[in-house]
Structures are given as C-alpha cells and as structure tokens.
C-alpha cells in the first residue's frame, strides 16, 4: 500500500485522515444516517470501491454482496449499539473473495448520542496462507520421525526378500511363468523401495547450495528435458519471460526438481494435447511475507496448463505427501515442491478450477 504523504497542520498536529489514511488496515466511517462518510486507502483496495464511489452510499447498497458485514453494522446503530468482532470473506466490487477480520464499533459523541460507525478491516490472505504453509509443515515434521522409523523397520526385510526372490528366479529358470513371477516379487520390492527414499528425502534436512540464478536458463532446461517425453504430443508451449528480471537465489539442483516436477504434471493433466505457459514477473507487492520482516524482493514464476483443472474438495489436499488422483503416481511430486521452495523462502500457490485448467505459482527471493 502507498504511504501517504504527512501534512502537519501549523499547530504541528497530524491530522486524524492523515494517520487513517496511511493504516495499513481498512477504515471505513458509516455516519448516523447509515451512509460511508469516509474511506480509506486500504479499504478501497479491500472492496475495490474508490472513496469517492462510497461516499453518501447506504452501507446497504456499498455491503450488498457482504450480508454478515451489514448485520455487523446494523447491530452497531441504535437502538442496539453493540461493538463486535468477527471474520469472513469479504466479497470485493470485482466479486473478488478476501478472508478479513472485521471490527465494528458504533461511534458516539460525548455526551453517549449516536454518531455512526466505524469499520476496521484487515486482510487475512497472508495469515491464512501463512498458517497454512505451518500446518504442513508439522506435518512434514510428522511424517518424518515416521518415515525414519518406518524406513529403518521395512528397509531390511524388504532386502532379504529381494535377495530371496532372486535366487528362486535362478532356481525356476527353467519354468517361465514362475520365473516371471520371481521378476514381479523384484520389481515390486524395487517400487516400495524408492517410495521409502522418496519419503525420506521428503523429510530429511537439506542443505541448500544457493547461488545467484538465471531463471530463464533452468526453465530452459528444465522444458529441453520435459519436452522429449512429449515429443509426439500436440503440446504447445509458450514462454512468457521477463527479460529484466534479476538473478534469484536457489539451489540449482532443488529448483531443477520444482520445475520439472511442475511441468512434469502439467503435461501429464493434458494428456496428449494442449497448451503450457510459462510466465516469469517480478513481485510488485512487498507485503508478501510476515509484516516486521525485511522487505525482500520476489519475483514469480507461473506455470499454466489448460488441462482438466482440479476439483475444489482436491485442492486442499494437492500439497499433501501421498495425495494422488493418478493410477501411477505416488503423490509425492507437489509435497517435494513445496517443501523445496518454502526452504528457498518463498512460496507456492496453487489456482484452479474444475475444468478450466491449473496455474501453479513459484515465488523466489531475487539474489542480494
Ligand atoms: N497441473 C495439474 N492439473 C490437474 N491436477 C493436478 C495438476 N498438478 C497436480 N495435480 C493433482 O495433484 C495431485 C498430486 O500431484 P503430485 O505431483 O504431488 O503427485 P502425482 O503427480 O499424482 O504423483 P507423482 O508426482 O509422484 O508422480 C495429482 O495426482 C493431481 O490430482
Ligand atoms: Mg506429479
């Protein structure tokens, strides 16, 4: 948000607009008739109406789309003049979906006679996503004591019944069928055994190497290598690149992963035909981190497929170790993605809708 510029009055007093104006949070004055006298910046980026569209509009008509908003404000007027606090989603002019935090207090004059309302809204996107990230990982953190265990407890029994297929396969040389089912019992060993690394390489602490990137040269790379597995599909890609974008700082290996894994399950979700776009743009919001931290720079990385989306009930679960809707697919790809960007500093979103295709988001800190 713009920081507005701080007049003092000639007796050296801020004035009351100036300090509301520069609020981070969302201000919004309701006078004693019910309509917006005052709006500030925030708030208008929240409700993506502009002061001047607000002012002298019934809250009424301004909340209409925000029917738990209004009863907010109308338990604030007389004859109740109640103060209460709570959280939902504000839906925006655009029809734009925010959670906030909102707190309404009915506004008085000294003498305890009803002067209006005050607003104050908060945007929780960031705190949301933020609690988010946490929960996973916890339960990263989790599910590595148990993968450890687990590892250490089915490593070597899977080893000896490897070993033990092996030799029977020698011993039924002679009889192809048996001999085809020793060659299952391995193969099958060979499959849990690399889940079991998947799971451990999921959890295991990494020490990133970090250097300054070209992110366009590992999406090069990255697509040189991904583009082979279609090579006979109608597949179209087409690359949005932001030439000025500066280095990043990552592990190149790591990053490499993310990528390909992305793609990866992009051109798995097309399915022979359709069309990747990969877009690179620089974070023009600083707020993209916890509020108090140093500001750094991000920029972002989308990777648009226009497959068959995902499912709404799907969506929350997309990021979680094991979570597959494919017959072959472990469900590890997106977890590993995750946990590789969140150690970089930086985040992953997803957006989608059933059958509108999927956008997965990269955000990476630019290098110092
Ligand atoms: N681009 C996409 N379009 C549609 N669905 C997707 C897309 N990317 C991921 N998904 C969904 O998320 C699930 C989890 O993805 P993830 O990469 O973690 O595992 P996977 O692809 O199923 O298996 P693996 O990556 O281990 O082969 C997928 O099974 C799929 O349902
Ligand atoms: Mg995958």
New binding site residues.
Partial sequence: MKNAVMTEAPDGKISWENILTSLEDGVILIDRNGKASFMNQAAETLTEISASQALHQPHTALFKKNAWLVEMVNKSRPPHQIASRGEGDLTSRRGRQVPVSLTVSPLQDRYGRPLGSVLVLRDLTHRKELEEDLKRSDRLAQLGTLAAGLAHEVKNPLGGIRGAAQLLKREVASNAALAQYADIVVREVDRVNLLIEQLLDLTRPTTLHLDPLNIHELLEEVLLLEREAVADWDVTVKKIFDPSLPPIMGDRAQLTQVFL?LI???F??MNGKGRLTITTRMETDFHIREQGKKRNQFIWVDVE?D????REE?LQH?FSPF????NN???????VCHRIVNEHGGLIRVE?REGEG?T?KVSLLVAE
């Fill in positions: 894994n990866k399950n992009a798995q979700a497929d497959g068959p989306g995902i799907d997309i979570f597959t809707t494919k697919g472990s469900g590890l790809g997106l977890a989608s999927a997965f």
